[in-house]
């Protein structure tokens, strides 16, 4: 049998290791996709005051610490039964526009889209922001580090610190703006939306107007039908900062909708001896395996899912591009909503559509009258909940759940947290499996494009493995290693 | 010469905190001789090139986790070494060199000279604030590398730009 390992050249940050096993008749027999342990978490937490977490647990992460701090200070809204009033949860879901402008614009440009814009099959030097400035233009990259400082200042202004901010309190928020600030924040928010657009129009451009990145989206290799989850509003519409978490099967069907605080009645969770990170499942149907379809448990939480989980787009822009998402990509309308897009490379064009509409959300917050409130803050003052306090936001990677317990004092007994990529685990651990199926056949490896194609496969979840594991990982380079039966190096391909 | 320094890592990791921990004492070791500032940062890549625009030399103070060295080996890296540390790239955006060349491109004022100083680490996956006893041991002697690379007047900048270069071709 021939083994082949995905692995990092070195033992450098974040080493996730994907090993191939091969079956006798040199199919892919199982495909193992394992991110490193990091301990002690929970004990990290346990005996410290509540309130310290949501800052704590932004710690975890120096990508998406907004995430945890507003899914953390949820939980305390929650724990000590306290209801931020209106301009509060307003100043935060600003707060949160410009920092989803941020990650999806740093997303698409950086990391997933060369792969389309400067090619699939470049090489690896090539596939990054330089090469995408080399293809697009100089001004492109401009606008991009514009982009990121304007909703960078945004972010500080609101947040009280640029990075790791702090402004999030249970009960609200620890300052309100004034109208030259909101001024500030409108004129960003315009041109975060002219800029989406933008992107959008390069993505049309150079990958809806090139035969092959349509076949490539529409292959066999990327398609998964799994269910969906995501947060919808009281309209059943993408919402980031808050709602209930609703999941539709693979035609569309909603399967359940619930609030974020009953997470733990339909989510469950899988243990495998190969790995220590757990597969997060839909309780009402049961662990079936690593696989596909509506008989399966194993569910996925992306942009794609949260657009396939939601009737429409609150905003009007982004709906025009969510009317032609579903259309282009052969959805059908069944009582009333477009079925689900399975095809997963999909998802780089649904992070732009998301893009737009947290663009079009900052600037309606920002004319909004109430944000400029200066009643920004519920002192709480209830007793802590005995069950505990659960808060959840969609983090750019997936939906985001703390759950914190504490006794009387608001001293911490338990803290449990179910991330953007945990949720993902089982579907990525899918793709790289068909990835691989379509790249080796009958034992013979396709050597071409192998690691991108597999790397491609894992790119399109963004995983942030520093919020999977709770670890700051950096550049993870890889090494493709095929060992045959009786365990000889026969083969070595490297990208570092 | 506006200088900055930047101490890299995640100050909950056990050692993963030691670029931070040498950022502090330099604060606390700064003299008037120097205008340099001094900041702490958690994620690499862009965030980097952003946190050095505007100053004529970084230094930057990472943990490794090569497993080449002993814990506590304190070693200035070139700047294509620059992936040996933990927290110079981001694996959600870029690597560092790739970052510095992207904001040069794009018109942003980034340093010629940037220099790194890498402390290998012992135990960088386990939760704590304490670094561990080789690690702790080693901070004064990062520090002193620091301040060294603080006073030295002028820059040698030419390392930097044969890597631009090379990244260019």
């Known amino acids: 049998m021939k083994r082949i390992t995905i692995d990092p050249i070195t033992r450098l940050e974040g080493h996730g290791k994907i090993e191939i096993f091969l079956n006798d008749d040199g199919g892919v027999g199982n495909v193992y996709f394992q991110i490193p342990e990091l301990r002690g978490f929970e004990q990290f937490c346990v005996g410290r005051q509540a309130e310290d977490l949501p800052v704590i647990t932004s710690r975890i992460c120096g990508v998406c610490p907004e995430a945890h701090l507003l899914a953390g200070v949820k939980a305390l809204d929650d724990l000590f039964q306290v209801e931020p009033p209106p301009a509060a949860k307003k100043l935060r879901e600003l707060f949160y526009s410009a ?86 924040i409108e004129a960003a928010a315009r041109k975060n939306i002219d800029f989406a657009q933008f992107s959008l129009k390069i993505f049309h451009d150079i990958v809806l107007g090139n035969k092959a990145y349509v076949d490539l989206i529409l292959s066999d290799v990327y398609l998964h039908r799994t269910h969906s989850m995501g947060t919808v509003d009281a309209h059943n519409r993408v919402n980031f900062y808050d709602g209930k978490v609703r999941v539709v099967d693979t035609d569309g069907r909603e399967l359940m909708k619930y609030p974020p605080r009953d997470y733990a009645a339909h989510i469950a969770e899988r243990v495998e001896p190969w790995t220590y990170l757990k597969f997060p499942y839909l309780k009402a149907i049961g662990w079936k395996g690593f696989t596909d379809g509506n008989d399966s448990g194993v569910y996925a939480a992306t942009p794609l899912t949260r657009l396939n989980v939601s009737d429409c787009m609150a905003t009007p822009k982004a709906q025009e591009h969510f009317d032609e998402f579903y259309t282009t990509l052969g959805s059908k309308k069944v009582n009333g909503r477009y079925t689900p897009v399975h095809y997963r490379l999909a998802t780089h064009w649904a992070r732009l559509i998301e893009l737009l509409t947290a663009a079009e959300r900052m600037l309606e917050l920002a004319m909004d009258p109430e944000i400029t409130s200066p009643n920004v803050r519920t002192i709480p003052s209830g007793t802590i909940r005995k069950d505990g306090g659960i808060g959840s936001v969609e983090a750019p990677r997936g939906t985001l759940t703390h759950h914190y317990e504490a006794d009387e004092r608001g001293v911490i007994t338990r803290v449990n947290l179910i991330v953007g990529t945990t949720n993902n685990y089982a579907a990525i651990s899918m793709s790289l499996r068909k990835a691989a199926e379509k790249l080796i056949v009958k034992g013979q490896l396709i050597k071409e494009g192998l690691l991108n194609k597999i790397e491609m496969a894992f790119r399109l979840y963004d995983p942030c493995f520093s919020c999977a594991t709770h670890a700051l990982p950096g550049q993870m380079p890889l090494r493709v290693i095929v060992r045959d039966a009786a365990g000889r190096e026969v083969e070595t391909l490297v990208r570092d | 010469m506006k200088t900055i320094v930047v101490g890299m890592g995640n100050p909950v990791l056990t050692d993963d905190g030691v670029g931070m921990e040498v950022a502090r004492q330099v604060r606390q070791a700064g003299n008037s001789d120097s205008d340099a500032e001094v900041v702490e940062l958690c994620a690499g890549g862009l965030r980097i090139m952003e946190a050095v625009a505007g100053y004529d030399r970084a230094i930057l103070v990472d943990a490794m986790t090569t497993g080449n060295w002993v814990p506590g080996t304190v070693r200035r890296l070139r700047m294509e070494e620059a992936r040996l540390t933990r927290n110079g790239s981001c694996i959600h955006d870029t690597g560092l060199v790739e970052a510095l060349e992207i904001g040069r491109l794009a018109g942003v004022r980034v340093p010629d000279d940037v220099r790194i100083v890498g402390i290998e680490v012992e135990d960088a996956t386990t939760f704590g604030e304490t670094l561990t006893a080789a690690v702790a041991a080693a901070v004064p002697e990062a520090v002193a590398c620091v301040l060294e690379l603080m006073r030295a007047k002028g820059g040698d900048h030419d390392e930097h730009r044969r890597v631009l270069l090379q990244l260019r071709n």
Request: aromatic residues 6%; glycine residues 14%.
């Open chain 1, 99 to 184: 920092f989803y402008v941020t990650d999806h614009t740093t997303h698409f440009y950086a990391l997933g889209g060369p792969d389309f814009i400067v090619g699939p099959d470049a090489p690896a030097s090539e596939r990054n922001i330089l090469g995408v400035v080399r293809k697009v233009g100089l001004d492109i990259g401009k606008q991009v580090i514009e982009c990121r400082s304007r909703n960078h200042d945004i972010i500080r202004m609101l947040g009280g610190r640029g990075i790791h901010p702090t402004g999030a309190l249970p009960g609200g928020w620890s300052k309100c703006i004034v109208e030259e600030e909101r001024k500030t």
